[in-house]
Nanobody
Framework: QVQLVESGGGLAQPGGSLRLSCTAS????????MGWDRQAPGKEREWLAR???????TYADSVKGRFTISREGAKNTVYLQMSGLKPEDTAVYYC?????????WGQGTQVTVSS
């Protein structure tokens, strides 16, 4: 089993920045990639970004150029640096981990962008 714990959510002003962190523990052998999704109220969960075990990154168009994903492999920790935040970025953000053919998600952390 894999456990994911996110942190770093909170309130930010439009145009501001936040950094989310997620640490994986448990049986972490075989991690293929880690990433982030989000879900806004009344909307479907949205895939945002991923970073593979080799460091390759991919982003959704909605966050490309504003969000940066990075990883500390030795700590099994993934980060999401968010800048240029917009009110429409308000959502619960979920850390995601893919181990072999199975995906795991954390409990989520709330991000609210408001003046």
């Amino acid at each position: 089993q894999v456990q994911l714990v996110e942190s770093g959510g909170g309130l930010a002003q439009p145009g501001g920045s936040l950094r989310l962190s997620c640490t994986a523990s448990g049986s972490t052998f075989g991690i293929i990639e880690m990433g982030w999704d989000r879900q806004a109220p009344g909307k479907e969960r949205e895939w945002l970004a991923r970073i593979t075990s080799t460091g390759s990154t991919t982003y959704a168009d909605s966050v490309k150029g504003r969000f940066t994903i990075s990883r500390e492999g030795a700590k099994n920790t993934v980060y999401l640096q968010m800048s240029g935040l917009k009110p429409e970025d308000t959502a619960v953000y979920y850390c995601r981990l893919r181990k072999f053919a199975t995906n795991y998600w954390g409990q989520g952390t709330q991000v609210t962008v408001s003046s």
